[in-house]
């Protein structure tokens, strides 16, 4: 008998008392078995636990569905290639507001349910900060009761499992769906055709129409999202590619043909099968395309669908309602297929004139931009996207011609901007499609993610758009959740908050924590504080000496610098302070070192398996961890850690014990930053430039609660020049820590390359264009106000307090509460 057989199963979910649901549960390993019935152990445990809270999602979810169906409200329809939604299991009962219950429920077979929750694996279908947002974004509006989807792809692979092996990062496949994923429901019934390469074929009348070449099918699978403390439950829907028993050439396979046979099948496979494939080669990136045109193919034609399920009259028509109906937001330039694709369905399907298309198109499409770096502007090759998407092709030809006479003919002024604003760069060495400029002309709102960021838009990137659609452009500053990143992740500082403010509001009303801020030198608040920060602290050292083997000392200053690895992210200008600390801490005799602070660096995060001096990075911090870790006369003082695979729960745990976190990008390169307002709300101080969403951070916390240094964003460009002219003079500091590297302090790697890009501009040599040297005498300054900063733990203390408590504004509820009013238009609509 297993341990689920103690307890009898009962079918029905929808109840809170822990022998209810204990009973459901064991239902659940009974009777929806994916293992054989003897053993119960916790990972079985989990399985048939997320199922039996699965059972409660989808009453919400079709009692959600069926009031939208009824009330026809306007409906967004969010479109992103990515969602890095980590696990669902705490959220989803801490959502639904049923935690105690299952906890208790589980004890009842001997279980904890963080060991439980422990069990599952992050759903990692995103790349960093522009995945994460758009979970994020997800759980306010399930939470707001807002009418909307999230459209994505259900890749068989997320991405990356991240290994440090001595040769630096190793990247492994990540298995999220090894066994299977207890959260997503498979609709049999939702299924598009999707077409790739044919031809455009006209009829008598002149009307186009695309036929041939190969057709998939775009297969849903719904993972419900719920609300907090509403019974409204939305949709993540994730498209899967499927070929069907015709494409399966019975005739070859038999003939012992077995590739051939499957041909289509393997084709589709390939679709989903990886989140953004390297697209070093043309072969990458052709399946990139595919994957864009699939996501935006399946989603608009289920949003047709939808339209068309809600009224019967509008089987026929009414298209001019749409837009009343419908919001679609393009998750960065990714989904942007889905403006010629709209067109397609609206001309070549439905019927509709080019100009009657067009407007339903731009009045229904809008479009976020996440970043300025040149190289992240995706532009497409025209003659890959003219065999793969034909149709497509010829009408982003037509938007481009019409958008170039309409500048003729109503701007004059404008006309020698034009050759870079159209859609199409006709340059004969490599024509390609300007996505982003095809977002701008279709579009009837483009917005930035911060305010720095939205005015480098409409100041720079867009500019000249903006003289002619002066009101197209907008700021949405970003947000994270306050559910998963505080009072899910951080129960001890949660709870705190919730006793202070004597209410736990805040959770749904972040403005709430502006009330921490009477009392921040109150002496018993500091030491609940502290005692919490410090619990977080043995919990992160915790999990540091289970994934490297290095003991951390809780009574450090703990030191974090986590998000994907760029070179504008600048984690080599910390790990450079970090070997100029350890040269200082050498030189100095044993009673100077017992004044200073003592530092844990942590450094994380996942490097492209292609972007070499990324992975040098990692190498490099690795190397410095090594030496410094094992190095007795100083590893009192100072620890540096790298911690492997950075994902969301890993996240869930560093940020809650982090009291000093880097933000330290070159100033005008990072869009937003979202890790920086998850870090704050937490109370933890930022170091960090005027850059992106650290500006309002700063702004909100107050100037005197975060350490500020560097170039600001409107130096930059004069301070490139400057380099290039042979004008920059390196501080000794910042060439002392660059010698110690190539003397080979860390060993035999050659770091060359690496300390070569902060060089002039020869060889490796890129002129430090991300500006390392010229902040680093300001960045080393600013960590020596840290440390004396630190020695004053009630001024610590009150500084964490005053993060958290001017961490309001960065609830993701304002920031779609924001989309919802000034970009959507719709309103809430809740079950009641
Ligand atoms: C990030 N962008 C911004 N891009 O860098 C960050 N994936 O400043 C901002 O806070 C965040 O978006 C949310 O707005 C990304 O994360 C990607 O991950 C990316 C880029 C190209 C292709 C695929």
């Known amino acids: 008998m297993s341990a689920a057989d103690k307890v009898k199963p009962a079918a029905s979910p929808a109840s809170e008392d822990p022998s209810a649901i204990a009973g459901n549960i064991s239902y659940h390993a009974q009777y929806s078995p994916h293992f054989s019935p003897l053993a119960f152990g916790p990972e079985q445990a989990f399985y048939a636990t997320a199922e039996s809270v699965r059972d409660h999602l989808l009453q919400r979810w079709n009692d959600t569905y069926l009031h939208f169906h009824k009330t026809d409200p306007k409906q967004t329809y969010y479109l992103s290639m990515e969602y890095l939604q980590g696990r669902a299991l705490t959220n989803a009962v801490g959502n639904l507001a049923i935690t105690g219950a299952y906890a208790d429920a589980l004890k009842k077979f001997g279980y904890e349910l963080e060991a439980i929750a422990g069990q599952e694996r992050d759903a990692a279908l995103g790349n960093g900060g522009l995945g994460r947002l758009a979970s994020c974004f997800l759980d ?42 207890p959260w997503e429901i498979v609709r049999h019934d939702v299924v598009y055709p999707i077409r790739f390469f044919g031809h455009v074929e006209i009829s008598p009348d002149g009307k186009r129409k695309w036929a041939g070449g190969e057709v998939l099918n775009a297969l849903a699978y719904d993972v419900p999202i719920p609300g907090y403390k509403t019974k409204n439950a939305i949709s993540l829907r994730l498209w899967d590619a499927t070929a069907t028993a015709e494409d399966f050439n019975l005739f070859q396979f038999n003939d012992g043909q077995y590739e051939s046979a499957a041909q289509l099948h393997s084709r589709a496979q390939q679709i989903c099968a990886v989140l953004y494939p390297g697209d070093a080669t043309e072969e990458g990136k052709l399946l990139r395309l595919k994957q864009q045109y699939f996501l935006c193919s399946a989603s608009l034609q289920d949003i047709i669908f939808r339209f068309k399920e809600r009224k019967a009259d509008r089987v026929s028509g009414k298209w001019s309602e749409f837009p009343s109906k419908v ?17 397609r369905l609206l001309m070549d399907v439905e019927g509709l004139g080019w100009d009657e298309a067009w407007a339903v198109t731009n009045k229904t499409v809008a479009y976020t931009n996440h970043t300025v770096l040149p190289e992240a502007l995706e532009k497409w090759s025209q003659a890959v996207m003219r065999k793969l998407l034909p149709r497509h092709m010829e009408i982003i030809e037509e938007i481009d011609k019409r958008f170039r006479e309409m500048v003729i003919s109503t701007r004059k002024d404008m006309e020698g901007k034009i050759e870079s604003m159209r859609v199409l760069d006709n340059n004969p060495e490599k024509p390609v499609v300007r996505m982003a400029n095809l977002c701008v002309v279709a579009g009837h709102t483009v917005n930035g993610v911060a305010e720095l960021h939205s005015n480098i838009l409409k100041q720079e990137l867009f500019a000249d758009y903006v003289s002619i659609w002066p009101n197209k452009f907008q700021n949405k500053t970003n947000g994270i ?21 004597k209410t736990d509001q805040w959770t749904s009303n972040l403005d709430l924590l502006t009330g921490l801020r009477k009392f921040a030198d109150d002496e018993k608040l500091h030491a609940e504080w502290a005692a919490a920060k410090l619990a977080s602290k043995k919990r992160l050292a915790k999990h540091v ?37 350890y040269k200082k801490l050498k030189e100095m005799s044993a009673a100077d070192r017992q004044k200073v602070t003592p530092r844990t660096v942590m450094v994380g995060g996942k490097a492209f398996a292609t972007y070499t001096n990324a992975k040098r990075i990692v190498k490099l911090v690795n190397d410095v961890g090594a030496v410094v870790n094992n190095d007795a006369d100083v590893n009192k003082y100072l620890k540096v850690v790298f911690i492997p695979n950075y994902n969301v729960s890993v996240a869930e745990v560093l940020i809650p014990g982090s009291e000093l976190s880097q933000h330290i990008s070159t100033a005008g390169m990072e869009a937003s930053g979202t890790s920086n307002m998850k870090f704050s709300l937490n109370g933890c101080v930022i170091i960090g430039t005027l850059d992106g969403a650290n500006v309002e951070i700063r702004e909100e916390v107050g100037q005197d609660n975060f350490f500020l240094f560097g170039a600001k964003a409107d130096q930059v460009a004069g301070l490139r020049k400057d380099r290039e002219n042979g004008l920059f003079k390196p501080d000794p500091r910042f060439e002392e820590a660059k010698q110690f590297i190539r003397s080979g302090a860390f060993g035999t790697y050659d770091y060359t390359p690496l300390l070569d890009s902060l060089e002039g501009n020869t060889g490796f040599g890129r002129g430090d264009y991300f500006l390392v040297g010229y902040d680093f005498p300001s960045y080393i300054d600013a960590q020596a106000r840290v440390d004396e900063a630190y020695k004053d733990k009630k001024k610590w203390v009150k500084m964490s307090i005053l993060n958290t408590a001017g961490s309001g504004k960065f609830s993701s509820d304002r920031t779609i509460d924001q989309y919802a009013k000034e970009i959507w238009g719709i309103s809430a609509c809740p079950v009641p």
């Open 140 to 181: 306010s509006m399930a939470t707001l009761n807002l009418p909307s989807w999230g459209y994505g792809l259900r890749y068989r692979y997320g991405l990356f499992k991240q290994r440090i092996a001595k040769e630096g990062q190793e990247e492994i496949a990540e298995d999220w769906l090894d066994k299977f994923s």
């Open 327 to 343: 919001a679609v937001q393009m998750n960065d330039t990714h989904p942007t297929l889905a403006i010629p694709e709209l067109m």
């Open 481 to 501: 959740t306050p559910r998963r990143w505080l009072r899910f992740c951080n129960p001890e500082l949660s709870e705190i908050v919730t006793k202070w403010l």
């Open 545 to 581: 000496l289970d994934v490297t083997g290095v003991t951390i000392d809780p009574d450090s200053l703990f030191d974090i610098q986590i998000k994907r690895i760029h070179e504008y992210k600048r984690q080599l200008m910390n790990i450079l302070g970090a070997v100029y600390r």
